[in-house]
């Protein structure tokens, strides 16, 4: 992989935002990402909803873990501060990121395999802590970076690139994000902009535990059973395609479809996400609600996306801990050290 | 057998039931000597249970102030019927028993060397008081209180002590000063003189009497650590909790009443460690609190730190590995484990304090040091002197202090154009700058990552990149050589060619058993390593000696192990000396331990015994 820097030449007449930033002032590097990942869409909607919020960029603090999800960091906000941590982990580094500078907005990457199996117990923690954050996980089922093993988000009954078929029950991210008292919580899918910008946005206006979930279709690994159109079935038949890493290009699959409306989209292997959009009625501030809507629809097998619960009272680990304004990483001796008089009374009470 | 006779120098030992609250009682007659001038050296020795296991606590009584364990035990205080025949096994000669005679034992049960000292204690606990757990609490008192009259320890000294202890509490004044006499009474007027006692001295002067994890704790407050996250270890719980109540005294904001701290009981000791590279990332200084187990745990983020290059203070409080080993007893056998912690080549700063007076200022010590060289810092302490209170020098702290936050750049420094390379080595120390996140809307930001990168942390493995950054972690180490605590020589009164190095919580047996060998005709210089990397005046030492004992309390020598590798030195010039059961290693064990091999190499002969 190699380092690609993007040309910076703005044309004058790009819009700009209300702090007379470009779209382009949110770019990072050039993505490394297969042609038609899903997560570069989900790249592209962070950066709209940066820029349309506004955002100052370099005081965004962007961390992930490790996958090809969490390398995304890289490629949007290239004036912040950005922070790849180690698989699963991101979610404790975040935290304390967040306790030494509460003023910066704290933006979470992570993959299924990252925050779903290595990560579960972190990504458990951070949201019950009540971080203040967006946490983004870029959900494609598998473990893209790692070629095509199991998440713990993958359907029962899928086969991987190596023909091993899935047995385990999926752990859903939203359901576990409501149960552990995120304050908000929302489901999009990578190629449905016009959704998932207004919930990134959503979510970075929310002071808490921001949880989205976004199913995000992976290029090279998206492999079910049966599927006679996957890379690996279509690489086993084909004599002349050698066993290198040649990853397909694709387009990125993109919906537009109304609130309320189910609609089938078909994926790259040529299997079938039932997608179901939330109505506008919909109540977002009744987590036992959220809970029941989000399971009766995946029992008719269908997936919920949109703002399925916002607590708008909540509070975050700096309101629990009852911490002062000022950013830790601002204070100096005069605030943190008790100096020598109190210490030689201290030593007073150890005779 | 001619009964012991001695004043202000003898070991008074403590077998009780876990759980039975003894604890605070036997503090209490520690103290008590302590308030009279004589030094004392406590140690509780401790099970891995809450509640039924034996537990021992071990008063060493020393004008002459050897605080470390001495060996052998002179009057035992057998309120553990469990343990009775290995208690009284542990007696010297001529030594004394105390114990409850409410159920008379045969002869048998005793030893014809010894003095016995029968008391019925729960028969008149059980006279007393109706309330069975008063009587178990108020048996402990009881004895202190006997003790008090058979070592004739001034009862006004308890009491000042027990009104100090229930200032906030005083309806519990009363009735503790009550059994205290009920004890001293008793034993006064029933129980024969014995030959130790305690006499008003002026041998503790200023000293302080504190735990090394409370030490280590308000060190960090000092050092300006603002952000904790732990999970709780055994031996090093303690750490975070005196943390957080030091904190809530002296780290509110007096304006608003709101925090000036953040500490985070985490889920485990990775998201523990997780948060502190986080928060040290940020610009703030943290530190987490952990043991043996803890720190395998924590290996992938400390590699993180040490090649991302993050200010991390990682405070590891020894106990018995490998595994869960012994939890509850001590060990110096982690500087292996955190020398190298993680995958790759990596080399960690360790700081070796030897007392809590060393626990506190290395604890601030290792925050400025971790902010300097952006890497994580070790303060390595064991159970010893964290979780026993010791005897020591007391705090200092200059107000002119500043804590050194090392090369961090600021917006200023950007805008007038100085070029920002965060892993270029710039002042050829092998320390780069850094930027905060936020510094600055246009320059100065970068992506922080564990893979290899170049010198404008851009991605690359080509080969000189990494090469380069290797090496420039390599000079950072040299550059860490001198900025950390030096080691401490001691000279031996004539010019010797035996020498002996050794750190930590040895320390005060090691200069009682020096003492003891020159007694005997052996002098060794003594060198105490107080950090790695180890000065050159380690390696001088080593070369200015024919033979170097190497006293550590580990099974594998890691010390020497480190010294090897550190300076290249033929192995067959450093003699271990090992005491890893999981006690505190004694003078007598390092005297007989030298002296024997001392006798192999041609000294004259010794008698270790003559170790006090
Ligand atoms: C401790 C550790 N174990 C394993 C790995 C190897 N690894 C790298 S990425 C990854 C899975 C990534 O999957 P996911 O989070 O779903 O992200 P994706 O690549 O699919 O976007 C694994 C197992 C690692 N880097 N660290
Ligand atoms: S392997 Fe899958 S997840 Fe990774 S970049 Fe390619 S398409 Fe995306």
Same mark, same amino acid.
């Not at chain 1, 084909?238 to 290198?244: I, P, Q, S």
């Given at each position: 992989m190699t380092y690609i820097a993007k040309p910076k030449l703005h044309h004058p007449t790009l819009a700009c935002n209300a702090i007379g930033y470009t779209r382009r002032d949110y770019e990072g590097k050039v993505s490394t990402l297969c042609a038609g990942c899903g997560h570069d869409s989900i790249s592209a909607a962070i950066i709209q909803a940066c820029w349309e919020l506004d955002i =100052?960029?370099?005081r965004v603090a962007k961390l992930s873990g490790i996958g090809c999800s969490s390398k995304t960091p890289d490629y949007f906000l290239g004036q912040s501060h950005g922070f790849n941590t180690v698989h699963g982990r991101m979610p404790s580094v975040l935290t304390g990121a967040n306790l030494a500078n509460r003023t910066l907005l704290y933006l979470g990457v992570s993959g299924d395999g990252d925050s779903a199996s290595i990560g579960l117990g972190q990504f458990a923690h951070v949201m019950r802590r009540g971080v203040d954050m967006t946490y983004i996980v870029e959900n494609n089922g598998v473990y893209g970076l790692t070629k095509g093993q199991f998440s713990a988000t993958a359907d029962p009954g899928s086969v991987s690139k190596k023909g091993v078929t899935n047995t385990d029950s999926p752990l859903d991210m939203v359901g576990m994000a409501l149960m552990l008292g995120a304050s908000f919580v929302a489901r999009g899918f990578s190629g449905d902009k016009r959704q998932l910008v207004p919930l990134i946005k959503a979510a970075i206006a929310h002071k808490g535990a921001a949880f989205i979930d976004v199913i995000s279709p992976c290029v090279a690994f998206n492999n079910h059973a049966g599927s006679t159109k996957s890379y690996e079935y279509v690489r086993e038949h084909? =004599?002349?395609?050698?066993?290198?890493d040649i990853m397909p290009a694709r387009t990125e699959i993109t919906v537009d479809y109304a609130d309320g409306d189910t609609i089938e989209v078909e994926q790259h292997d040529g299997s079938v996400l039932r997608l179901h959009k939330l109505h506008t009625d919909y109540d977002a501030h009744d987590r036992v609600g959220a809970m029941n809507y989000l399971q009766a629809h995946q029992a008719k097998g269908e997936v919920v996306t949109g703002l399925l619960y916002v607590d708008p009272e909540a509070r975050d680990l700096h309101a629990h801990l009852d911490t002062v304004d000022a950013p830790f990483n601002t204070l100096g001796e005069r605030e943190l050290c008790p100096g020598a008089a109190v210490l030689e009374k201290i030593n007073k009470g150890l005779r | 057998m001619k009964p012991i006779e001695a004043v202000n120098d003898f070991v008074v030992k403590f077998a009780n039931v876990n759980g039975s609250g003894s604890a605070s009682a036997n503090e209490l007659f520690a103290k008590s000597i302590l308030r009279m001038g004589v030094p004392v050296s406590p140690r509780n020795i401790f099970?891995?249970? &809450?509640?039924g296991l034996p537990t021992w606590y071990e008063v060493r009584v020393t004008e002459a102030g050897h605080l470390g364990r001495r060996g052998g035990v002179d009057l035992m205080v057998a309120m553990n019927p469990q343990t009775w025949d290995a208690d009284l096994a542990e007696i010297e000669p001529g030594g004394y028993l105390f114990y409850d005679s409410t159920r008379p034992l045969p002869a048998a049960k005793f030893r014809a060397d010894i003095s016995v000292l029968g008391m019925p204690l729960t028969e008149i606990c059980n006279g007393t008081y109706d309330d069975p757990r008063q009587r178990q609490l108020f048996k402990n008192i009881i004895y202190v209180g006997a003790l008090a009259a058979l070592l004739q320890i001034d009862l006004a000294v308890i009491e000042a002590l027990i009104a100090e202890q229930y200032k906030s509490k005083p309806k519990l004044l009363a009735p503790n000063v009550h059994a205290l006499h009920l004890g001293h009474d008793y034993a006064s007027q029933s129980l024969p003189a014995i030959g130790l006692g305690v006499r008003q001295a002026d041998a503790v002067g200023g000293r302080i009497f504190i735990d090394g994890n409370s030490a280590a704790a308000l060190g960090c407050v000092y050092g300006g650590a603002s952000v904790c996250a732990w999970y709780p270890i055994t031996p090093s719980s303690s750490l975070a909790e005196a943390f957080q109540k030091y904190c809530q005294k002296l780290r509110v904001d007096p304006d608003t009443g709101r925090n000036r701290y953040a500490i985070v009981q985490a889920e485990d000791e990775i998201a523990s460690i997780g948060m502190v590279v986080g928060a040290g990332w940020n610009g703030a200084r943290a530190f987490t609190a952990t043991s043996g187990p803890g720190i395998s745990l924590m290996n992938e983020f400390i590699g993180l730190a040490y090649f991302a290059e993050i200010p991390v203070t990682i405070i590891d409080v020894q106990r018995g590995g490998p595994s869960t080993g012994m939890p509850t007893r001590t060990q110096q056998s982690d500087l292996l484990a955190c020398a !190298?912690?993680? !995958? $790759?080549d990596t080399k960690h700063v360790l700081l070796l304090p030897e007392d809590p007076h060393e626990c506190f200022e290395f604890a601030a010590t290792a925050l400025d040091l971790a902010d300097r060289l952006q890497t994580p810092v070790f303060l390595m302490t064991d159970l010893d002197i964290g979780m026993n209170q010791r005897l020591c020098a007391p705090f200092a702290w200059d107000d002119a202090r500043r804590y050194d936050r090392g090369k961090v750049m600021t917006a200023e420094e950007l805008d007038a154009g100085k070029d920002f390379g965060r892993y270029k080595d710039v002042d050829g120390d092998g320390i780069p700058w850094r930027t905060l996140p936020a510094t600055h809307p246009t320059r100065g930001s970068y992506f922080t990552r564990g893979t290899s990168r170049d010198a404008y942390a851009r991605y690359s493995e080509r080969g000189p990149d990494y090469v380069y950054n290797m090496q420039r972690l390599l000079q950072k180490f040299d550059t860490a050589r001198s900025l950390v605590p030096a080691p401490i020589l001691r000279a031996a009164p004539r010019p010797t060619p035996h020498g002996a190095i050794f750190f930590g919580s040895t320390s005060p047996a090691m200069a009682e058993a020096i003492d003891a060998l020159q007694a005997d005709g052996i002098a060794l210089d003594t060198l105490r390593v107080r950090a790695y990397p180890f000065p050159d005046a380690v390696r001088d030492f080593i070369a200015a000696h024919e033979r170097v004992f190497i006293v550590e309390q580990n099974r594998d020598g890691q010390l020497r192990s480190l010294i090897v590798d550190a300076f $290249? &030195?033929?192995?067959?010039?450093l003699v271990p000396v090992l005491h890893y059961d999981g006690t505190p290693i004694t003078a007598r064990f390092i005297a007989g331990a030298i002296g024997k091999h001392a006798g192999a190499y041609g000294v004259t002969a010794l008698h270790a015994g003559r170790v006090a």
């Open positions: =100052e960029p370099h084909n =004599e002349a395609v050698n066993r290198l | 099970p891995s249970n &809450i509640q !190298h912690a993680s !995958h $790759g $290249g &030195i033929d192995p067959a010039k």
